[in-house]
């Protein structure tokens, strides 16, 4: 699969703030998704994104596909402990066997009250 | 139940045990992916199966073996694993056609230790 840089690798921040963290691949993926993944959960799917600068909101969350088709940014406003987590970007393409997720390392997010 | 369920959530075994992860979604999705997530990696794909027919393994070592009996169930048989196999593994689900987004939607992960 691609290899997808996520930036930053980890962030701490105080509730309130806003938070910004964004995804860079040296290819071209069809669709961007965003996960939250909690200790000992699996991931659990935020946003997709199907078209090249479409930008998509989930509450306080929201995400753009970028305008070269390689990278994607998320965006949380006003943090809140409950927002603590690990957050994944997946840039999704086709291949012979079907469509297939390239998934970066995750930034870990730390909220203090 | 609804989404994906994994069960065991949590595996300790031997490595010359024999144990399988079973997977099952709710969601009428026509595809399924068992993926392995270790610390500080990113998820690795290991298989995946389209209308129960498996269509990728990225290649994978045979002690995993997967089945998929329909298109609802997953299996992952394991045997004479290793200490470096220990990890989550996260099945996923999802519906793959002409139209469709084609969103993975994960299980909770069954947490695997090797002794």
């Known amino acids: 699969g691609q290899q997808l840089n996520q930036s930053p690798q980890s962030m701490f921040i105080q509730e309130g703030e806003d938070v910004s963290m964004n995804c860079t691949s040296s290819s071209i993926f069809n669709t961007w998704l965003w996960y939250k993944q909690d200790p000992g959960e699996g991931p659990v799917l935020l946003i997709a994104l199907y078209k090249a600068g479409e930008l998509t909101s989930n509450g306080r969350l929201t995400a753009q596909f970028g305008i070269t088709r390689k990278d994607s940014f998320l965006n949380i406003s006003a943090s809140i402990p409950s927002d603590v987590g690990i957050y994944f970007c997946a840039g999704q393409e086709w291949s012979n066997s079907g469509y297939a997720l390239n998934f970066g390392k995750g930034t870990s997010l730390l909220v203090t009250p | 139940e609804t989404g994906v369920t994994q069960t065991p959530r949590h595996l300790v075994m031997g490595m010359t045990n024999k144990k399988s992860l079973k997977c099952e979604q709710h969601?009428?999705?026509?595809?399924m992916y068992w993926y392995k997530q270790s610390a500080k990696k990113p998820l690795e794909l290991m298989f995946v199966?389209?209308?129960?027919?498996?269509?990728e393994n990225n290649s994978v070592p045979s002690r995993f073996s997967p089945e998929c009996p329909n298109s609802s169930h997953l299996f992952l048989h394991l045997h004479t694993l290793q200490p470096e196999d220990s990890a989550l593994y996260l099945c996923?689900?999802?519906?793959?056609?002409?139209?469709?987004?084609?969103?993975?939607?994960f299980g909770p992960g069954t947490r695997l230790t090797v002794l």
């Open positions: 996923a689900s999802s519906q793959v056609g002409q139209g469709d987004g084609n969103e993975q939607f």
């Open positions: 969601l009428g999705h026509n595809a």
């Open positions: 199966y389209n209308f129960k027919e498996q269509t």
